[in-house]
């Protein structure tokens, strides 16, 4: 089955850097690429996707990269601002109908004032 | 508001008990996942359903069972509860995307204590 690794697992970064969050998967059928953003006590919630049919998306200061050929894909933030602080998840998709998604283990990002 | 309604919020009970989790779906989702995420962890996988039947299983205990019924809506059954099992329990739901895959929602969770 399908298996996604994040790092890295916690990332400090100062207010107006740029931070950036990385996961690899290992099932080639995979075809669709979310990110999610938790913050604390709350459900997760969509900041991001991508298709395997695109090798970049960006929406206003967030990024995603996706490179097929190495099966990993990333997250970028930039000019981070206090709350940017959470942890965010990457996921991994295959099939449609009824597709399952397959989540890393999360990256505990902090935004330093 | 994702449009997905998990109840109860908040469960404490005694270990040994057995709880039964409520998910709502989206209307118009026919995919129902369960996960579990214990103090400061992932998102651990449990469940799938698919228009009714099982399509995937992950780390489901034997002590937990689940099931979608016919209106879509899914229930999660935990029984002999542990202090381990302790946890926030997350439903998601997605929508088939005519030949494309679409974003998970989730719910705002049910807090379940153990004591």
């Known amino acids: 089955g399908e298996n996604v690794e994040q790092h890295p697992s916690t990332l400090s970064v100062q207010e107006g850097d740029s931070a950036v969050i990385k996961c690899t998967y290992s099932?080639?059928?995979?075809?669709?690429f979310p990110w999610y953003k938790q913050e604390l006590g709350k459900r997760p919630q969509l900041i991001i996707d991508?298709?395997?049919?695109?090798g970049e998306k960006k929406d206003q200061r967030i990024a995603v990269t996706l490179n097929k050929t190495a099966k990993h894909f990333s997250l970028h933030i930039t000019e981070t601002q206090p709350e940017d602080s959470a942890v965010y998840f990457c996921?991994?998709?295959?099939?449609?109908?009824?597709?399952?998604?397959?989540f890393g283990p999360g990256t505990r990002l902090s935004v330093l004032p | 508001d994702s449009g997905v309604t998990q109840t109860p919020k908040h469960l404490i009970t005694a270990t040994g008990q057995r709880v039964t989790l409520r998910c709502s779906p989206r209307s118009g989702d026919l995919s129902v996942y369960w996960y579990q995420q214990s103090l400061d962890q992932g998102l651990q996988f449990l469940i799938q359903y698919y228009n009714g039947e099982e399509r995937a299983k992950g780390n489901i205990l034997e002590r937990f069972s689940a099931q979608q019924f016919p209106d879509l809506h899914s229930e999660l059954n935990l029984s002999s509860l542990e202090l381990g099992d302790s946890a926030l329990y997350f439903c998601a739901s997605s929508r088939p995307g005519q030949g494309e895959n679409t974003e998970a929602f989730f719910g705002q969770g049910t807090r379940l204590t153990v004591v």
């Open positions: 996921a991994a998709s295959t099939g449609n109908y009824g597709q399952n998604f397959v």
């Open positions: 099932d080639s059928a995979s075809n669709y």
């Open positions: 991508i298709r395997s049919n695109v």
